[in-house]
């Protein structure tokens, strides 16, 4: 009789078999994989484990916050939190194209977490919250389509690099195990329930040129609309919800003045696994309500849209 508390007891056990008394390294992103991993290492073989948070500064309101302080104080993790926001986003200073800021972002994030590692020492596995899907696909994708829509976000070839050995110790699960892994391990269920967030974080949220004051505005823009989503009891229903900043300004009007703000669209898919996805059929009602309090409460943004496409021919994000 198989349960998830019998297989995190086996999880434990193979993790030290495997570790024995080395360190381990972890990057930490918030994520649920990466988040239970860190858990469940950390119950595992304790201070020998050290997370590494990289703080790209592309992340959403108060997330840094909330990540580290749930890790640090609750779970007592070793946990590097990595503010390297200055370079990231000097690094994407001027930059538009959806691929180059990627490419930017992903060779960043290799680079910092390498530097943050190097400090550790003695550190010889790097874990990793690779799940059985992940595995996968990394096989069937060698033989598959050769059209990259999207350069994805991952760690992928840095043990190797870093001369380090992996500890994957999701393997053989799928995403709602993992979950249930999660809650197993008295993870809070309001983060095991969260929608995903893709490692280029509001970059691709933010087409275009992406500034300092358009960042600001997309997370306050952001977080209004996923309370709107929470308080309406949709959050759950949904696969994926955020606000995209459009590269736009539009001319509007407040009071008795003019405005001249940018234009955002709200984004929210239902979906099994992302690689297909419908647009969430919203109210009037509600759509109207959450553009009222956007305009209201975000300054800098005065028109709000709705992203109706799905996927395919849309993509969930918007680059
Ligand atoms: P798209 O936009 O390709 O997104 O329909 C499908 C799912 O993948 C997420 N996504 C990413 N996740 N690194 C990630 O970890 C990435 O580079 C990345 N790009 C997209 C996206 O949020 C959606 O859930």
Redesign the pocket.
């Known amino acids: 009789d198989w349960t998830m508390g019998a297989y995190r007891e086996e999880a434990i056990r193979k993790i030290r078999e495997q570790v024995g008394d080395a360190k381990v390294i972890c990057a930490l992103?918030g994520?649920v994989d990466s988040s239970v991993a860190a858990v469940l290492l950390h119950e595992a073989i304790g201070d020998q484990l050290t997370c590494v948070f990289v703080d790209h500064g592309l992340l959403r309101m108060n997330e840094a916050t909330e990540v580290v302080t749930m890790f640090r104080e609750h779970y007592n993790l070793p946990l590097i939190h990595a503010d390297e926001s200055a370079l990231f986003l000097g690094k994407l200073d001027g930059v538009s194209d959806p691929e180059t800021k990627?490419k930017i972002i992903?060779g960043l994030f290799i680079e910092v977490f390498q530097k943050y590692a190097d400090q550790i020492e003695g550190a010889e596995f790097l874990a990793q919250g690779t799940l059985y899907p992940d595995v996968i696909e990394s096989v069937s994708f060698s033989g598959g389509p050769s059209v990259t829509?999207?350069?994805?976000?991952?760690v992928g070839g840095l043990p190797e690099k870093m001369g380090l050995k992996l500890v994957e110790p999701l393997r053989e699960l799928f995403k709602d195990e993992v979950r249930v892994l999660g809650h197993e391990l008295g993870l809070p269920a309001s983060f095991i329930g969260r929608?995903?967030?893709?490692?280029?974080g509001l970059a691709?949220r933010c087409p275009g040129e992406i500034t300092r004051e358009k960042l600001e505005i997309l997370r306050k823009a952001d977080a209004v609309y996923i309370d709107q989503i929470r308080k309406h009891g949709l959050y759950d229903e949904i696969?994926?919800a955020f606000v995209a900043i459009l590269p736009v300004r539009t001319v509007g009007v407040m009071g008795d003045g003019r405005t001249y703000d940018f234009a955002c669209a709200l984004r929210a898919v239902t979906?099994v696994d992302?690689?297909t996805?419908d647009y969430y059929p919203f109210t009037h009602e509600f759509l109207g309500e959450t553009a009222t309090r956007i305009i209201n409460e975000v300054k800098g943004i005065n028109r709000v849209t709705y992203d109706v496409t799905s996927?395919p021919p849309?993509?969930?994000?918007?680059?």
């Not at 829509?149 to 991952?154: R, V």
């Not at 929608?195 to 280029?200: A, E, I, L, Q, V």
């Not at 849309?314 to 680059?319: D, K, L, N, S």
């Open positions: 992103s994520g990627r992903g829509i999207k350069s994805h976000h991952n929608h995903p967030f893709p490692g280029p691709i696969w994926q979906s992302g690689m996805a996927k849309g993509t969930i994000e918007w680059e």
